[in-house]
């Protein structure tokens, strides 16, 4: 992906749906799950249409996201889901597009090269062990928020001002977590940036 960052059109891919769940999170943060089929609508609300690889990968993380999302005990229907509940279903989102992607396409080319490696890993834990590695880098929604609230004079003029809504900050968060996730942003670049 640093050698060339529009391979596989997976930048550009997951920044839209990036941009698709902040949307999405908005409404969430409203309503709530609506209804068993939360996660078909969900898929295709985030993953869109497309038919490449890196679509159907997108789709197959908000999809496992939306599931995970409705497994959590603090998720219920009909009601409101809480702001930490949306920064994990960005999360999850943002790490199972590289699980996924890994597991359609790399996981794919190094069986090929390591033919011993299904024997090894039949199930794909290494696309998962790299997902869960990706979560760790990712910035959160919930952490950058408490940040402004904290460079706020008061609390009152965030509230005031609709910029700063979970929803807006995942939004403006979408590059940096599409880089990170991807690793087109590293650690130290973060670091430089955030200086």
């Known amino acids: 992906m640093r050698e060339d ?36 609508r969900f898929t295709v609300l985030i993953g869109g249409e497309g038919g490449t690889v890196t679509d159907a990968a997108i789709r197959r993380a908000a999809a496992e996201a939306a599931q995970r999302l409705m497994r959590h005990p603090e998720a219920t229907a009909g009601g409101a889901l809480s702001g930490g509940l949306l920064c994990l279903l960005y999360e999850w989102f943002f790490a ?29 834990h290494i696309a998962d062990w790299v997902a869960d ?12 928020a408490a940040r402004l609230v904290e460079k706020a004079e008061t609390a009152q003029s965030v509230v005031e001002d609709p910029a700063v809504t979970l ?13 990170r996730a991807l690793g087109l942003i590293t650690e130290q670049d973060a670091g430089e940036e955030a200086a």
């Open 167 to 179: 929803p807006e900050v995942a939004r403006a968060l979408v590059p940096r977590t599409a880089g």
């Open 96 to 124: 199972g597009v590289v699980a996924e992607f890994l597991k359609a396409v790399v996981a794919e080319k190094v069986k090929l090269v390591v033919p011993v490696l299904p024997v090894l890993d039949p199930e794909d």
């Open 5 to 40: 960052p529009a391979a596989f059109g997976l930048y550009d891919a997951t920044y839209a749906a990036g941009e698709r769940l902040a949307d999405v999170m908005a409404t969430l943060a409203e309503t709530g799950l609506d209804g068993t089929d939360f996660p078909a």
């Open 133 to 144: 590695h990706v979560l760790k880098l990712l910035p959160s929604p919930c952490d950058e």
